[in-house]
């Protein structure tokens, strides 16, 4: 067990509509990652979190948007959801400024958008 | 722009043989490689990484080999177990770990008992 923990589970959406996705890191950790999972594929980085401000970001359009609070939870917010968007959405956490850090990550919320 | 693959989708192999994983990857700057595994309905877990400025780490019945000079790794498994069936993802990074991962498409192991 990890130790990272992701909120809800699974979630169905309308298209259009938006959602929010929490996430709490592991004790310790001060960066939180966020990936979504298409079938089939591997998971795809969408932006990173350290110290409360985003620190990269992936080929993800502005309305995928996240927060860092000070405890190093997370939220990931999706505007305007789009049928594409229907994924395994993970946050991972990790210990920026070590060296050979591995990423850890949360069992996941499968988001469907009909 | 795949610049970590996988090319092997699937893999079935005997309980109690060696199981054998493959990854490529195109970008010079990773310089850390992670292998994760995935069951169903849950999150990659972290099976065992590998630094660019080795070419080999072993863990239990884990072994990851990096050949850098053909931009290869691979991660050996003996002997299998049927527990070890599961997706098993290739993930590549910069700085140490320190920057985002890329991950492969995945291949999916299958132990046959």
């Known amino acids: 067990e990890t130790g990272v923990t992701q909120s809800p589970t699974h979630l169905i959406k309308t298209r259009g509509q938006q959602v929010t996705l929490r996430c709490s890191s592991q004790s310790g950790h001060n960066t939180v990652s966020w990936y979504q999972q298409a079938l089939g594929q591997g998971p795809q980085f969408i932006f990173q979190y350290y110290r409360e401000e985003e620190n990269g970001r992936g080929n993800f359009p502005p309305r995928f948007s996240g927060l860092q609070f000070p405890n190093y939870s997370s939220e990931l917010n999706v505007n305007a959801l789009e049928l594409d968007d229907s994924a395994l959405y993970l946050c991972?956490?990790?210990?920026?400024?070590?060296?050979?850090?591995?990423?850890?990550f949360g069992q996941g919320t499968r988001l469907t958008v009909v | 722009d795949q610049q970590v693959k996988q090319n092997s989708p699937s893999l079935s192999v005997q309980e109690g043989r060696i199981s054998i994983l493959n990854c490529d990857y195109t970008?010079?700057?990773?310089?850390?490689f992670l292998w994760y595994k995935k069951y169903p309905a849950e999150g990659p877990t972290f099976l065992i990484s590998i630094s660019s400025i080795k070419d080999k780490n072993e863990d239990g019945r884990f072994t990851v080999f990096l050949n850098k000079s053909a931009k290869h790794l691979s991660l050996h498994i003996v002997p299998s177990q049927p527990g070890d069936s599961a997706v098993y993802f290739c993930?590549?990074?910069?700085?140490?770990?320190?920057?985002?991962?890329?991950f492969g498409t995945g291949t999916r192991l299958t132990i046959i008992p």
């Open positions: 991972a956490s990790s210990l920026v400024g070590r060296i050979n850090t591995e990423a850890f």
């Open positions: 970008n010079s700057m990773f310089d850390y």
């Open positions: 993930a590549a990074s910069a700085n140490f770990g320190n920057e985002k991962l890329t």
